[in-house]
């Protein structure tokens, strides 16, 4: 169907599919976009909160939190997926934040070699970031993400409304991301979340509305360009390398160790692609307004002692994401021992 007045639509086309981000659709409309005998994958929170809107759907509940996102998580799904007589002919609806996404995409993938699904995304972070783009992977061993598989949902369902029961620390998370994309490419969005900050941060109906619309279509554009990450798409982890490094040593949230990683990020810019000063003071200013920490004051020696163990590291070298102005990145291949001589100098 096509979408409503005050829905807007960005397509994600790829060689296998077409992938439709419907911002400002209402979890009501779902059944128009399905098509034959669906179950949902819903988070268990999700489903507390908005038990009405999924009555009529068989449903599988997914235990919130990263653990749902690992081999005995998928087992209990595939488990009850073959109690329930689910074959290929149902669709798979993933319901929730990245957690629940993450599971569906992948369940729906791999689960009698693929049956179709769409996903009904319910955080900040899962309507700039996690239900866009094709990516459903589970966790192993530690590792993050390191299983999965690369397929596009037929539709994602960003209904802005659920964003209004989500814990504050869980739309910080989101800003992060919002803030990422507006740094690597595009600096209208940087001076729009800066000037608008209030009614951003309030959940002001048509400003979230822009947001979201805009860093689907930075996010879309991307991953049209280079789908499975082998340049380009690399550019979206800007803050992430030394991010990662920070999440796991400090146990800090997604958002938080992303945006110190954007700092540090940063200051590697101005001393290696040229960033002005005046343009990093106001990057730290902006994620500051949005109550995000910018405080570097990590051992170097532990940073780098966990990015060598990044899974995207190669043997001595790592792809870095630095910026060249605000709302303009480069992608730099960077040996750790000269990382490591920059961020010595720095700190
Ligand atoms: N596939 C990708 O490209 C991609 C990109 C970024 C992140 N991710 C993954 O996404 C996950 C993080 O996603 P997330 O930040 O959405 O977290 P999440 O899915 O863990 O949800 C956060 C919390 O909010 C609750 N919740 C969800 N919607 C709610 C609502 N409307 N109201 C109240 N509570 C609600 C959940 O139960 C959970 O407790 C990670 O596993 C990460 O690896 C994937
Ligand atoms: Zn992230």
């Known amino acids: 169907m096509s979408p409503t007045g005050n829905v807007s639509e960005v397509l994600i086309k790829t060689k296998a599919s077409t992938s439709r981000i419907l911002i400002g659709e209402s979890i009501e409309n779902l059944g128009n976009y399905v098509s034959g005998r669906a179950i949902l994958l819903v988070d268990k929170n999700v489903q507390k909160l908005y038990k009405d809107f999924f009555k009529n759907y068989d449903r599988i509940l997914i235990e919130p939190g990263e ?5 005995d998580g998928l087992k209990n799904i595939y488990g009850q997926l073959l109690e329930k007589g689910v074959d290929r002919s149902w669709f798979i609806i993933g319901v929730g934040g990245g957690v629940a996404t993450d599971i569906a995409g992948f369940v729906a993938s791999t689960y009698m070699r693929g049956l ?6 319910t955080t900040l972070l899962g309507q700039v970031d996690a239900s866009i783009g094709g990516k459903n992977g589970i966790n192993f061993e530690g590792y993050k993400n390191i299983i999965g598989v690369f397929r596009q949902p037929e539709f994602v369902i960003c209904d802005t409304e659920f964003l209004k029961t989500l814990p504050g620390k869980e739309l910080v998370n989101g800003f992060s991301e919002i803030i990422k994309y507006s740094l690597i490419a595009d600096s209208e969005l940087f001076d729009y979340l800066d000037s608008s900050y209030e009614s951003i941060l309030a959940l002001e109906p048509s400003s979230t509305h822009r947001v979201i619309k805009r860093c689907v279509e930075i996010k879309a554009d991307i ?8 340049f380009e798409r690399r550019k979206l982890n800007f803050g992430h390398t030394i991010g990662h490094a920070i999440e796991k040593l400090s146990g800090i949230s997604h958002g938080m160790a992303v945006s110190i990683g954007m700092v540090a990020a940063l200051r590697i810019s101005r001393a290696v692609s040229g960033l002005k000063k005046e343009d990093e003071e106001r990057a730290v200013s902006l994620l500051r307004k949005y109550g995000l920490p910018t405080d570097f004051s990590y051992g170097i020696d532990e940073i780098m002692g966990a990015i060598r163990k990044d899974k995207k590291k190669e043997v001595d070298s790592i792809y870095f994401v630095l910026l060249e102005e605000l709302g303009k990145s480069v992608i730099r291949k960077m040996k750790f021992r000269d990382l490591k001589k920059v961020l010595d100098d720095l700190c």
């Not at 991953?223 to 082998?230: A, C, L, N």
């Open 223 to 230: 991953v049209m360009r280079d789908e499975k990450e082998s």
């Open 67 to 71: 653990n749902s996102k690992s081999l």
């Open 116 to 121: 179709r699904f769409g996903f009904v995304s």
